[in-house]
């Protein structure tokens, strides 16, 4: 009799268990890839992402975020991001940061339109009159003649602005320059401009490769790419 109860739950339980085998082979595989493959592998996986898809995988679990989070993944994104970059941005490259905040900050300054002092002195200008200009002075202008290197402009600390020797259009005479900027509610901004002595303000824009320009109906700056300076260029904390 013990016997074949024994027999009988025994039969049942391999019915489970086949019950059970079939239903798993219907559903999809639920195991964290992070489990079976280990922080290695897992570093190589997610090494073929692009960066919005990295940046997606920081907020799967606290464990996924340690291992995406590595600057093994993300000092290879900050390359191909600043690759083509006509600037790199001073904060992004501040000694101790992770690469992952580099990469953040970088995109965040990126997208800033508002000029600092420290971009204006950062960087060396092209400048040239615009087609505006009266034809006298577009006669002394290399880029409009091509007879020669375009002119450069140079920004100073002290609010100075100055010119290369031998600068037909300069002429040496005293130059300043100041930042205009009016905030409205909420930190937005209404106005912003540079304005050099008297003449009309110059409206500031950013291109996408990050280098910017200055430009007025007479006059247009242009920042000459340097992302080669070492220790990047522009302002030490996020503008917003």
């Known amino acids: ?39 290695d592998l897992m570093l190589r996986v997610l090494n073929n992402l692009d960066a919005r898809s990295l ?7 606290r464990t996924w975020n340690r291992v995406a ?13 600043w690759c083509g970059k006509a600037h790199i941005p001073r904060l992004s490259l501040v000694q101790g940061i992770s690469k992952l905040d580099a990469y953040s900050l970088s995109v965040m300054d990126g997208k800033r339109n508002r000029i600092m002092r420290d971009d204006l002195c950062d960087h060396v200008w092209e400048f040239h009159f615009t087609k505006a200009a009266p034809e006298y002075w577009r006669n002394l ?11 450069h402009r140079y920004f100073h600390p002290d609010g100075s602005q100055t010119a290369d020797p031998g600068d037909k259009v300069w002429g040496g005479h005293e130059s300043c320059y100041s930042i205009v900027t009016s905030i409205i509610g909420e930190g937005k901004i209404r106005e912003h401009y540079v304005r050099i002595n008297r003449w009309r303000p110059l409206a500031v824009s950013r291109k996408q490769d990050w280098s910017w320009e200055m430009t007025n109906n007479l006059f247009c700056y242009s920042s000459i790419p340097d992302a080669y300076k070492e220790g990047g260029t522009g302002p030490l904390f996020l503008v917003m």
């Not at 202008?141 to 002119?151: A, L, Q």
């Open 1 to 39: 009799m013990e016997e074949g109860l024994a027999l009988v739950v025994e039969r049942k339980g391999k019915k489970r268990k086949r019950k059970k085998m079939r239903e798993d082979r219907g559903r999809p595989f639920c195991q964290d890839p992070l489990d079976v493959l280990g922080r």
């Open 55 to 61: 940046a997606l995988c920081l907020v799967v679990s």
């Open 69 to 81: 989070s590595s600057d093994l993944l993300w000092t290879s994104k900050c390359e191909e991001l």
């Open 141 to 151: 202008d290399p880029y409009w003649k091509g007879n020669g290197p375009p002119m």
